[in-house]
C-alpha cells in the first residue's frame, strides 16, 4: 500500500502542483509562501491518504485540501496582515506573480483582492480555475445553492468595484 500510496501522490504532485500553486498564491499574494502552502498541500495529502474516499476526483480533494491550508495559514496571519494594514504596508500581488498568473488585468486582481474572502474564494474556484458548482461546493464545504448565490453576489460585487475603478480612471485622466 505504501508503494501505491507514495506513487499516487508522485503523480498527483506531477498532474496538479502548477494548478494548486496557482490557486493559493491568488489567495496568499506570496509565492514563496504558495509554494510553502503547496508542499505543505501535499504533506496533508500523503499522511491523509487513507480517508481519500475517491468519491470525487483527486483533483478536487486536493484543492480541499489545499484550501483548509490555506484557510489554517491566514487565521494565523490575521493579527500580521491588520498590522501591516495600520502602517499601510499591505502586501500587493506582485508584477512577477502576475506574470506567474498568466493574467493580463492588474485592475481584475486588484478589485478581486479587495472582496471579502467568501467571494473571492468562490470566484477563484469557479472562473478562475473552472471548477463545477458541485466540486466547489465540496472544496469549501459548503451546499451547492450556497455556491450558487455566493457566487452570483460576488460577481455582482465584483463588476461593481472594476465599474469604479474605470470611471476613477476617467476621471483622472478627465482631470
Not at 471579502?116 to 465540496?138: C, M, P, W
Amino acid at each position: 500500500m505504501s508503494f501505491y500510496k507514495e506513487n499516487e501522490i508522485e503523480a498527483w504532485y506531477s498532474q496538479y502542483h502548477q494548478t494548486i500553486f496557482k490557486y493559493i498564491i491568488l489567495m496568499v499574494k506570496d509565492s514563496q509562501q504558495a509554494e510553502d502552502l503547496t508542499q505543505e498541500t501535499f504533506l496533508r495529502a500523503y499522511k491523509h491518504h487513507h480517508t481519500y474516499k475517491r468519491d470525487s476526483s483527486p483533483k478536487t480533494w486536493l484543492f480541499r485540501i489545499a484550501h483548509n491550508t490555506t484557510l489554517d495559514h491566514l487565521r494565523k496571519m490575521k493579527p500580521i496582515r491588520l498590522f501591516h494594514q495600520v502602517f499601510q504596508k499591505e502586501q500587493t500581488v506582485s508584477s512577477e506573480d502576475i506574470v506567474i498568473l498568466k493574467e493580463n488585468s492588474r485592475e481584475l486582481y486588484d478589485a478581486l483582492n479587495n472582496l471579502k474572502d467568501n467571494y473571492k474564494q468562490v470566484i477563484i474556484l469557479r472562473k478562475i480555475k473552472g471548477f463545477s458548482i458541485l466540486e466547489t461546493a465540496h472544496i469549501l464545504d459548503w451546499s451547492e445553492s450556497k455556491v450558487k448565490s455566493t457566487l452570483f453576489r460576488a460577481m455582482q460585487t465584483l463588476e461593481e468595484k472594476m465599474k469604479r475603478e474605470v470611471n476613477n480612471d476617467e476621471k483622472q485622466v478627465r482631470g
